[in-house]
């Protein structure tokens, strides 16, 4: 159990996470969802007191971080998987977790093997890791005082697909077996797989929470993914029934109900191939939330080359 | 919240109740000898650590050898070779003692290091005590390097003389202990390798010979520079009797609250306050 309260970090007159207000609860993974610099690193670090919060608070488990006597047995963190020493090796860096935690020896062969990472490849040193090694050995580490809590900044980061599909698992059991996850990406198809619960935060400030249902709900506008065998001739029917057609991959992508699109379709006699619902996705949502807070700052009616660099 | 939310408002608790779910009434805090033993390990489990610490070994054994073999009779005393190899030795002491500061910045592992324990202070504490124990390894080493120099001396004739009184020991002892604080110091303040190990050099080198520069030319300027500057207020220590007077142990404690005291206690506070990234 997470709860940050009211939490607001500046730095000078840059407003880094404002006001920030949410709860992770056990079992449950929650998925912190936002553009990059939109604030999840620094609440995150406020989390664990790395950083000092200038206004709010958080608990973990009912504790501020600092309370907690011997934290790595309760609280996995892995903030940053590359900020370990260059000349260390993988296994070294487990073991001065191991040591401080007080862990028994053959932990670390066991969290090692957890992640798949072979003998040579633990006696290598740091610098010579991939990012995806070193985002094995920092979920190894975040794991080692076996903790009730998981707090994860972009632990998905550099992963190969069977990689990211590995920690989806295990973060489902994890949580299954009655844990806390909290995991940040700036990807939202990371997140939405595994999340029960997602945070949406742009600007350092929340715009969205809620389950996954619950944040489409009322996302309006209907669309459909179609494919035709004459995708040409389909775009034309659609365009001249009144739709928005925009091409899409093999396809076209219509802002209609797939109902309307196959009417349309039959009626000029022509053979779809592909035809479903594609709805107002997560991405829009999420791509309209944050573009919302950047408006906020900057009027709608000037030009805003910022709102491409914040969907990239 | 936004008005933008789609959502209704999260299911928040009460702050009068706060519900706690992780039971810590059992736990013990990370002992503290525990700390101190990671933070010797962190010393030597790099390839740079490692390497330091030979090389400054290997760097005391030539320059002791060299002594013990070249230098003339009245120089290959056992005080004369213990003076060398403790010469060295407060040279890479203090950098030894940076690294253990602002590694934790310039590698970032001050990231795991302060999660897994956040109280930040019996982190630095147990880094002090770490060094120092190194610090007083080193020399102690240092000390027997000298006396196989001592030992070696004799082999082109000459006799091996071991006259040492304990107050060379206890000052040589002091100076490199004050070096290296003043050293960790500097490291909590600036928490960059490089602007530290600078810093510690124009202090050690630059500073005196500026005082001495002033003193020459201004009038009376050279009764204040021991009050107020370190190096110079430690010359009773390393040379003449090794014994420092009454005044001059006073002039120790001034110089050494401006150098050593004020920056050690605002280079602490900064380092408690600072953000870890």
Not at chain 2, 58 to 63: F, I, K, Q, T, Y
Request: with cysteine.
């Amino acid at each position: 159990m997470i709860e940050v309260n009211g939490l607001t970090r500046t730095y000078g007159a840059f407003t880094a996470v404002d006001d920030v207000t949410f709860t992770c609860e056990p079992g449950r993974v929650t998925g912190f969802l936002g553009p990059n610099g939109a604030g999840k690193s620094t609440t995150m670090r406020v989390m664990v007191g790395l950083t000092p919060p200038t206004r709010g608070s958080v608990t973990i488990g009912g504790h501020r971080y600092e309370d907690i006597p011997n934290p790595g047995r309760h609280v996995g963190v892995l903030l940053d998987a590359g900020a370990q020493h260059a000349g260390r090796t993988g296994r070294e860096v487990l073991e001065i977790g191991a040591r401080t935690m007080g862990l028994p020896k053959d932990r670390v062969d066991e969290m090692l093997a957890m992640v798949s990472l072979t003998d040579s490849e633990a006696g290598r040193r740091m610098g010579n890791y991939s990012l995806g090694m070193k985002q094995r050995l920092g979920i190894a580490h975040a794991l080692l005082g076996d903790p009730e809590v998981l707090v994860l900044d972009e632990p998905a980061n550099g992963l190969d697909p069977a990689g990211i599909r590995w920690m989806r698992d295990l973060l489902k059991g994890y949580a299954r077996r009655g844990g806390t996850v909290l995991l940040s990406s700036h990807l939202l198809h990371e997140v939405e797989l595994v999340a029960d619960e997602m945070i949406l935060i742009g600007r350092g400030r929340i715009v969205a929470q809620g389950d996954k249902a619950t944040l489409l709900a009322g996302q309006g506008a209907a669309a459909t993914q179609v494919t035709a065998e004459d995708n040409d001739a389909l775009a034309g029917a659609l365009t001249s029934a009144g739709h928005d057609v925009t091409p899409d991959g093999a396809g076209l992508r219509v802002t209609a109900t797939p109902a309307e699109v196959s009417r349309t379709a039959m009626d000029a006699r022509l053979v779809l191939t592909d035809l479903r619902a594609a709805g107002a996705g997560l991405e829009d949502l999420f791509l309209s939330l944050t573009s919302d807070t950047q408006r906020e700052a900057a009027p709608a009616a000037s030009p805003a080359p910022t709102q491409d660099g914040a969907a990239a | 919240m936004s008005a933008t939310s789609p959502t209704s408002t999260p299911t928040s608790t009460p702050t009068s109740t706060l519900r706690r779910t992780i039971d810590i009434s059992q736990d013990q805090p990370v002992p503290f000898g525990r700390l101190v033993a990671v933070e010797t390990r962190k010393v030597f489990d790099t390839r740079a650590g490692r390497w330091f610490s030979i090389a400054i070994v290997g760097l005391v054994l030539v320059v002791t050898g060299f002594a013990a073999l070249l230098f003339p009779e009245d120089q290959q005393t056992y005080v004369e070779l213990l003076g060398l190899s403790g010469g060295v030795l407060t040279y890479f002491l203090p950098v030894l003692m940076i690294l253990l500061v602002t590694s934790e910045w310039s590698q970032r592992t001050g990231l795991a290091t302060f999660t897994l324990e956040p109280r930040r202070s019996r982190v630095i504490a147990a880094k002090v005590v770490c060094g120092l124990g190194l610090s007083v390894a080193g020399l102690a080493l240092g000390a027997l390097i000298a006396a196989g120099g001592t030992l070696l001396s004799t082999v082109d004739g000459g006799e091996a003389v071991w006259t040492l009184g304990w107050e060379p020991v206890q000052s040589f002892l002091l100076t490199a202990l004050i070096g290296v604080l003043v050293a960790f110091a500097l490291a909590m303040l600036v928490r960059s390798s490089p602007a530290a190990i600078v810093g510690y050099f124009l202090y050690t080198f630059v500073l005196p010979a500026v005082a001495a520069t002033v003193a020459a030319l201004v009038d009376g300027f050279d009764a204040v520079v021991p009050w107020i500057e370190l190096n110079t207020a430690q010359t009773p220590l390393i040379s003449g009797d090794y014994r420092a007077t009454g005044e001059e142990w006073a002039q120790l404690g001034t110089a050494a609250l401006i150098w050593l005291v004020v920056p050690f206690a605002l280079g602490l506070w900064r380092l408690l306050r600072a953000e870890v990234k």
